[in-house]
């Protein structure tokens, strides 16, 4: 079993900056992408970041240069800085990770449990 946790999200006013942890945890041979995934209310849930193992990061467009994804191979970790937030910010953020376990060896998607983050005027 794969269990994937993620935290710290809160209410923060326009402007502010919150930091997103994701933990990976259970049978881990490894983890190759990991990625933030965020959701509104009434639309789609989107690609907001994503991280290689070798560390190498994509950005949803709307995101650039105010969102840093990075990752701790060793502790199975993922963060997400969030700076400048906005309104269009507001969703519930899930981490997700592809993952080779090896109780099974097999591969799958995992994902976590969601974090609410809140961004007011």
């Known amino acids: 079993q794969v269990q994937l946790v993620d935290s710290g999200g809160g209410r923060v006013q326009t402007g502010g900056s919150l930091r997103l942890s994701c933990a990976a945890s259970?049978?881990?041979?490894?983890?190759?992408?990991m990625g933030w995934y965020r959701q509104a209310p009434g639309k789609q849930r989107e690609l907001v970041a994503t991280i290689t193992s070798g560390g190498r990061t994509k950005y949803l467009d709307a995101v650039k240069g105010r969102f840093t994804i990075s990752r701790h191979n060793a502790e199975y970790t993922m963060d997400l800085q969030m700076n400048s937030l906005n309104r269009e910010d507001t969703a519930v953020y899930y981490c997700?990770?592809?993952?080779?376990?090896?109780?099974?060896?097999?591969?799958?998607?995992?994902w976590g449990q969601g974090t609410q983050v809140t961004v007011s005027p």
């Open positions: 997700n990770a592809d993952v080779v376990d090896n109780e099974n060896w097999s591969r799958g998607r995992y």
């Open positions: 259970g049978s881990i041979f490894r983890i190759n992408d």
